[in-house]
């Protein structure tokens, strides 16, 4: 009996989830050619590091900010799928790999000196001092594992999650992606006070 052949990738997509992982190795050498720590000055590793807006934000392997990358990746599936996937099974590393580009050329947009500072007197992240390239790294994960969700979850389940994410750090830190795309396009004293409060 002739043992099933394993199914392959056609060749296109596996370059597309190699190109995935470089995107991610390029972002790591970018940062760290900036001058970004690799990892948290404190000289420590947590999984999660739940003060909001301390010297330790953005340097750990998860905070209160990685919702907002899972949220990345729900709205970066949608992307894709309205770029490669309607009306036929979408092509999923051709969609990955858009994904991962576009999420790690935000991390170095985002932990440029012009931005940083930007965060730091827009936003309510006034000690935010940029990200960890292990911070930064973990946050393409939380995209990643966000896109993934996206992909297998229905609309509902993953448009829920994305409201109730948004929901619980509103509640416990003063602040969300909602919130921090409004303060850095459009700073408000009102809400900057109210943060400032937690």
Known sequence: MRPEAVPTLPSVERACLIFSVLCIAVLACGLAAMGRPLICPCGTIELWHANANDAGTSQHLADWYSPSHVIHGFLLYALGWL????????PLGRMLLLAVAVESAWELIENSPPVIEHYRTATASDAYAGDSVLNSVADVACMIAGFFIARFA???????AAIAME??????????????????????DAISAWQSAR
Do not use: C, E, H, K
Not at 83 to 90: D, M, V
Not at 154 to 160: C, L
Not at 167 to 184: G, P, S
């Open 167 to 188: 929901l619980a750090a509103l509640y416990v830190i003063r602040d969300n992606l909602t919130l921090n795309v409004l303060m850095i396009l459009y700073p408000s």
């Open 83 to 90: 770029l490669f996937g309607r009306g036929r099974r979408p």
């Open 154 to 160: 229905p609309v509902w389940a993953t448009t829920t």
